[in-house]
């Protein structure tokens, strides 16, 4: 599952049905996998706009 949210946040161009399917064989259901999509999803979209507007990040984040 991770491995594929990597993937899906960083070459998300290159998610093919065999990604998915590997997400299956796991024992993951459709509705596990697109709950995965969208929580990736979700937290991309925040981060960019969060990035975008310039928002600092807190203080408790270690780089």
Known sequence: MLLY????TLT???MT????NGL???GF???DILDIV????????ANRI????????EDWIVD
Do not use: F, M
Request: net charge negative.
């Open 5 to 8: 949210a990597v993937k899906l």
């Open 12 to 14: 998300p161009g290159d």
């Open 17 to 20: 049905l065999s990604d998915i």
């Open 24 to 26: 299956r064989d796991a």
């Open 29 to 31: 259901a459709d509705r």
């Open 38 to 45: 969208e929580v990736t999803a979700y937290y991309a979209y």
């Open 50 to 57: 969060a990035d975008g507007l310039g928002v600092p990040d």
